[in-house]
């Protein structure tokens, strides 16, 4: 409707060329135009997408789900430790004077961030928690031409600087590995922008992975901390609240579950590395779907609540989901 009534008001008389249409008319009534446009798309980004017009089951549906999580509503500065301020925060249990452990990761590993402090305050620990989206939690980056790990290169150098506390004992990393080990987006993504080692040489690029993951693992380990490594949830073809909500807004229902053949089909390249590195001193691999799967499907709704936020990052619920595996990150393993 917008665009009609641009054409007709503002786009005609500027190409007709009427005399009683002038530059500062058709400028004004242009500049209207673009302002019914910004103050449109603010409220729908306001409101969520204009969620009213869902019914109210797909609205509650909705509501469950965050759009984003943001560290700060779990994560907290220290005043008086502000050195990499802009690198971390620390999450747990907040009383505690020393920094135990840290959580070393990417987006996957911020999905997981609210669940991973609740159980930390639990067990009595703090932790500094190093999270940047989109990159992986691997030394060595800097080695690479170009820019295309600069934003990831802060992380790296906060993780090191925090090994040189000594009351740091456990470094736990949680990461979308295969996004890393292949180069790639899950099947039918494509919105993701992913930094590769190697360009237009799959095989290289999982070479290179394999390589910076086994010399990161070994350098901490070598440091005598334990290293926990928490491999990938399994990745939807699809977004999940998005599917749900069409589905129910059309009376449908289905089985939004993926096979575990799929999922171990993406994980092919990072599997074996990863049983590699759990035969290490001091180095042990725990895996989400082993909660999250059966040895058919992997889940992605549990008594309607969904799993998920998107189509690869688990949703609170769904984070909330591995407290027993996040207790056991946090757990010496002679324990």
Request: with cysteine.
């Amino acid at each position: 409707m917008l665009s009609a009534l641009t054409w007709a008001f503002v786009e005609q008389p500027a190409r007709k060329r009427r005399a009683d249409v002038t530059q500062r008319r058709v400028f004004i009534t242009g500049g209207a135009a673009i302002a019914l446009c910004l103050i449109a798309g603010l409220s729908i980004t306001q409101t969520h997408g204009v969620v009213w017009r869902l019914s109210p089951a797909a609205q509650a549906f909705a509501a469950s789900v965050p759009i984003k999580i943001r560290a700060k509503t779990f994560c907290k500065k220290d005043a008086a430790n502000e050195t990499h301020a802009e690198s971390y925060c620390y999450i747990g249990d907040m009383q505690k004077a020393e920094t135990s452990f840290v959580l070393w990761g990417d987006s996957h590993a911020l999905a997981a961030g609210g669940a991973f402090s609740n159980v930390a305050e639990a067990l009595g620990r703090r932790g500094a928690f190093v999270v940047t989206g989109g990159c992986p939690p691997l030394l060595g980056l800097e080695a690479f031409p170009g820019n295309r790990f600069t934003k990831c290169l802060g992380s790296a150098s906060a993780v090191s600087k925090l090994l040189e506390q000594p009351s740091v004992r456990d470094v736990v990393i949680m990461a979308r590995w295969a996004l890393y080990a292949e180069g790639t987006g899950n099947a039918g993504e494509t919105n993701v922008s992913v930094r590769r080692f190697v360009e237009a040489d799959e095989k290289r690029n999982r070479a290179e992975f394999v390589r910076l993951l086994r010399e990161t693992v070994a350098a901490i380990a070598a440091t005598g901390r334990r290293v926990t490594l928490l491999a990938s949830v399994p990745e939807l073809p699809y977004n999940l609240p998005s599917a749900v909500i069409k589905d129910m807004m059309h009376g449908r229902t289905r089985d939004y579950s993926i096979s575990r053949a799929t999922f171990e089909s993406r994980q092919a390249g990072v599997r074996g590395v990863l049983a590699e590195l759990s035969t290490l001193p001091g180095v042990r691999v725990l895996y989400p779907d082993r909660i999250l799967c059966d040895e058919k499907s992997c889940q992605t709704l549990e008594n309607g609540a969904a799993l998920y936020m998107d189509d690869d990052h688990l949703s609170p619920r769904g984070a909330e989901k591995l407290k027993s595996m996040l207790q056991e990150a946090l757990t010496p393993a002679t324990q």
